[in-house]
Nanobody, 113 residues
Framework: VQLVESGGGLVQPGGSLRLSCAAS????????MRWYRQAPGKERELVAS????????YLAESVKGRFTISRDNAKKTVYLQMNSLKFEDTAVYYC???????WGQGTQVTVSS
């Protein structure tokens, strides 16, 4: 199982980023996927979850209306579109496949003026 996140970076408040997680080594199209994040000094928290068919199962209250999760099963990729970014969104963002308990290496998102 391999998960490779990309798309992080430095962005100003109010800006947007789209994170990608490329998956391999497991049946992606039948696997629910999740995005987590971990801010400095805080525990890792679940941000969003998507079913194998693309239905959004969960969005954290703190990101509702700003973030959305989606997937492309043909490309074996899950996305996290982040709009209206805030300082408090600064964290390392991780892709996860709960079915196999596997994690990517994470991608840093820094929201700063």
């Amino acid at each position: 199982v391999q998960l490779v996140e990309s798309g992080g970076g430095l962005v100003q408040p109010g800006g947007s980023l789209r994170l990608s997680c490329a998956a391999s080594g497991f049946p992606f199209s039948t696997s629910p996927m999740r995005w987590y994040r971990q801010a400095p000094g805080k525990e890792r928290e679940l941000v969003a979850s998507i079913s194998s068919a693309g239905g959004i199962n969960y969005l954290a209250e703190s990101v509702k209306g700003r973030f959305t999760i989606s997937r492309d099963n043909a490309k074996k990729t899950v996305y996290l579109q982040m709009n209206s970014l805030k300082f408090e969104d600064t964290a390392v963002y991780y892709c996860n496949v709960p079915r196999f308990g596997s994690w990517g290496q994470g991608t840093q998102v820094t929201v700063s003026s």
